[in-house]
């Protein structure tokens, strides 16, 4: 009893040496308890306000415990699933497919580098069939094959130039599906079965992928063409020529295949009648491309279009001509290869 009167007296005499006008607080009454945590005997203490029912105790946390939720505080949440990720998928396509942008975004830009390095075979597996191009239709992947020979004559300059121009990110989509370029050079969309499965995206339209211009539109050889020299009619058959000075023309023709042939056309000089040997004077050179019914074949160049017309006695193994438009001095004559074995003229 002795050490709590000195306690109390001490206290009092804190609390008077505060401030002269505030009441002092009512004592509080101090006492220790022993009781058992799980771990360890710990003090507990208990503060009784006597002007109030309320008892306050003050107990020291379970050190495990706490322990376990300061671990539990350093650990990352669970991540989203990537595809209900907004940082990771905006649904941009929606519209369209349930395709995440991410897959549709880096199937439009594999897709794209196919066109521009015009990679025929990787393209033909992606296409969704039948499908019409440049008016002509499609069955299946062998028949688009085929046809890709020519392409490489007769395509778009336009559809390059947007395929190349289009960044592959959050384009332009509807319900029919997704656009690359900025006309709708080429549509892809996901592609279901008839048990409505997904076959994926697939390429579902190929718009301009070649000149719509008849004479640009390159199409397999209708009549035969040799390897040789075709020369003017008249400057073969002709025996009338003492004393005559003029120009006659032959056409070289070489490097032959299904849809082109390379070709040199030749002045040969006649002086006083005689025909002279010297060929190096080259009137036009290049690459004709069949056209049309494949029957007329085409040269553009600098100086205007340079037309070879066949005739349907074209076909082996009758004696190979053609005629020329295109170039005043050509026009109006007939040319003969002479150098087919077994139907030379004689």
């Not at 069949?290 to 600098?302: L, R, V, Y």
Request: net charge negative; with cysteine; aromatic share 8%.
């Amino acid at each position: 009893m002795k050490k709590l009167s000195i306690l109390f007296i001490l206290l009092f005499s804190v609390q008077l040496s505060g401030c002269s006008n505030k009441q002092p607080d009512p004592p509080v009454q101090e006492f220790s308890l022993t009781e058992e945590n799980g771990l360890k005997e710990s003090p507990t203490t208990v503060e009784v306000f006597p002007d109030e029912t309320t008892v306050s105790v003050t107990e020291p946390e379970n050190r495990s415990e706490s322990i376990d939720r300061a671990d539990e505080a350093k650990t990352d949440p669970p991540s989203q699933p990537e595809e209900n990720n907004p940082e990771t998928d905006n649904n941009f396509y929606r519209t369209a497919t349930n395709i995440s942008s991410a897959e549709v975004e880096q199937y439009a830009a594999q897709v794209r580098q196919q066109f521009l390095t015009q990679d025929w075979s990787a393209i033909s597996s992606e296409i969704s069939y039948p499908i019409t191009i440049s008016g002509i239709t499609y069955e299946n992947s062998e028949d688009f094959l085929n046809a890709s020979d020519s392409f490489g004559s007769n395509l778009s300059d336009a559809f390059l130039t947007a395929v190349k121009n289009e960044d592959c990110v959050e384009m332009f989509c509807n319900y029919e599906g997704i656009m690359i370029g900025e006309s709708g050079q080429i549509w892809i969309g996901e592609v279901l079965n008839a048990d409505l499965s997904s076959q994926g995206l697939k390429i579902t339209a190929i718009n301009g992928l070649l000149n719509t211009n008849p004479d640009d539109i390159t199409v397999d050889a209708a009549v035969k063409v040799y390897d040789g020299v075709y020369i003017e009619e008249a400057g073969l058959y002709d025996a009338d020529l003492e004393g005559k000075t003029l120009t006659y023309y032959c056409v070289q023709t070489s490097k032959i295949t299904k849809d082109s042939f390379d070709f040199q056309i030749v002045a040969i000089p006649v002086e006083n009648g005689t025909i002279q040997d010297d060929l190096s004077n080259v009137f036009r050179a290049g690459t004709a491309y069949f056209i049309e019914d494949g029957k007329k074949a085409i040269c553009h160049n600098d100086t205007g279009n340079l037309y070879f017309l066949f005739g349907d006695d074209q076909i082996e193994p009758t004696l190979g001509k053609m005629e020329i438009d295109g170039a005043e001095a050509l026009e109006g004559k007939v040319y003969i290869n002479n150098s087919i074995p077994g139907h030379e003229a004689g």
